[in-house]
């Protein structure tokens, strides 16, 4: 690299070249000499900007932009090791992050600027028909079934925890989509979603027990699949009888559904979180366990994932009885083991944890922290855990707010009382983008 020469810095983010980008590297070159830098996979997924090709092949894409000059790798969304590694004159970035969560890394940068010298430019972001028509294409293709079935297990091996929240329809979907927040300087979402037998029953005004058909559920997969990219973990209650089980795991592989949970019961099944008040019998070691592996058998691509879900905490089984059948349950081929609880304390959780990954360091652990609320991602992780969902927490945010604003509206006999806490009009006929 020339000493005399300005150097000139840029991230990019995508797995596709467009205008924007041209644009940043013309404007880019009339400083100096551009150096490109691939952001990391780990870095990208955090941008919702979940990678379709490797890093590798990023950076050859990049090295063809005519006017780059050279492509390094940002492992990082912050500029720290970067600014230390090519030490820029410039950096160069669209001007459509100085608002919303993205603002927390432009500030960063412009302290480390100040302290090692260097100025930001930047560009009017282009937006035009093409770079919009280019957006969708990438969307659509994370959307794919393809694409989004085995996103999951590429998460697994790249989140130290993948987090997952629920969705029963379109609009939860994209809230599981969409949300990003700015969480100690970095960019934050949530990884995958979870299609709850209890929020799907609960929004069709239906108790959980099974009662719900494959096909509505399918249905309501549909729905989120419309408008999402996120990979999507179905909750298959008992998974029924094997012979059924076999139909549900082709369909849902070939929906692009990432990975199905069913849990050890038989009978009629009811919510986990009722515990012993209900009467529920668990299935089987033999029987469970032949269901599994008919359905690993009918499975057609290495991208889906069967988890077995173990009840013996939740009926108060013993510890012994779910490390038992969690080390069954993947002779018998299961991707991954979800283990529930319904103590607050999680204690019991963390102990299951622990013991099952003295023995299986590798197997996927799933769990759903409804009722043990006060442990953190990083402290399950710690234990071992790769999967947490976040199982039923909009429908039952939603819910509330809804009875009331119903309560209130009757009370008043006008909506004047309520408007204070509603979304503006203007905001929701805004909410959902048009094509
Ligand atoms: C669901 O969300 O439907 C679940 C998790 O199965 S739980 O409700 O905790 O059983
Ligand atoms: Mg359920």
């Known amino acids: ?21 041209l644009n940043i590297i013309k404007e880019a070159q009339k400083y ?24 590798e092949d990023r950076v050859k894409l990049y090295r063809t932009i005519p006017g780059v000059s050279q492509v390094v790798v940002q492992e990082d969304m912050h500029y720290d090791d970067i600014i230390t590694l090519v030490q820029p004159d410039y950096v160069i970035h669209g001007d459509n992050w100085k608002t919303g969560p993205e603002s927390t890394i432009r500030e960063h940068l412009l302290e480390l600027l100040r302290v090692h010298g260097g100025e930001l430019i930047e560009v009017p972001y282009t937006y035009n028909e093409k770079v919009k028509k280019m957006d969708a294409v990438m969307r659509e293709k994370l959307a794919m079934p393809e694409y ?38 970095k960019l934050d979402q949530f990884d995958a979603m979870w299609v709850s037998s209890l929020c799907d029953s609960t929004a069709k005004g239906k108790p959980d027990i099974e009662l719900v058909d494959m096909t509505s559920r399918f249905r309501t997969i549909d729905d ?29 592989e070939r929906m692009g559904v990432s990975a199905v949970i069913i849990e050890d019961k038989t009978g009629l099944k009811k919510n986990s979180l009722f515990g012993t008040e209900v009467q529920q019998t668990q299935d089987t070691i033999e029987n469970f366990s032949a269901k599994i592996a008919a359905g690993k058998a ?127 009009i203007k905001d929701i006929i805004t909410l959902i983008d048009e094509i």
């Open 224 to 252: 989120i699949m419309e408008v999402t990219t996120k990979p999507i973990i179905f909750d298959g209650d008992t998974g029924g009888l094997a012979e059924h089980f076999v139909y549900t795991v082709r369909s849902l």
């Open 298 to 424: 009918a499975q057609l691509t290495d991208d889906f994932m069967i988890i077995a879900r173990i009840e013996s905490l939740i009926l108060e089984r013993g510890m012994q009885d779910a490390l038992e059948r969690a080390a069954a349950f993947v002779k018998a081929g299961a991707d991954g083991i979800m283990i529930h609880s319904r103590k607050k304390d999680p204690e019991e959780i963390l102990s299951f944890c622990d013991a099952f990954r003295k023995k299986d360091a590798k197997t996927p652990l799933v769990v759903v922290p409804t009722s043990f609320n006060t442990v953190t991602e990083e402290e399950l992780a710690a234990h071992g855990v790769n999967i947490v969902i976040y199982a039923n927490q909009l429908t039952r945010s939603a819910f509330p707010a809804m009875q009331q604003t119903a309560v209130d509206i009757l009370k008043n006999h006008r909506a004047k009382e309520v408007d204070d806490r509603l979304m503006a």
């Open 32 to 55: 100096g000499e551009v150096i490109v830098g691939a952001l990391g996979d780990k870095a990208s997924i955090r941008y919702n900007k979940f990678p379709t090709i490797p890093i």
């Open 148 to 185: 989004r079935r085995k996103r999951l297990r590429q998460l697994i091996h790249m989140c130290p925890v993948v987090k997952a929240i629920e969705a029963h329809s379109g609009l939860t979907g994209l809230i599981a989509e969409k949300t990003v927040v700015e969480n100690n300087g």
């Open 1 to 21: 690299m020339s000493k005399t020469c300005k150097k000139v810095y840029t991230c990019f983010c995508t797995d596709i070249i467009h205008d924007g980008h």
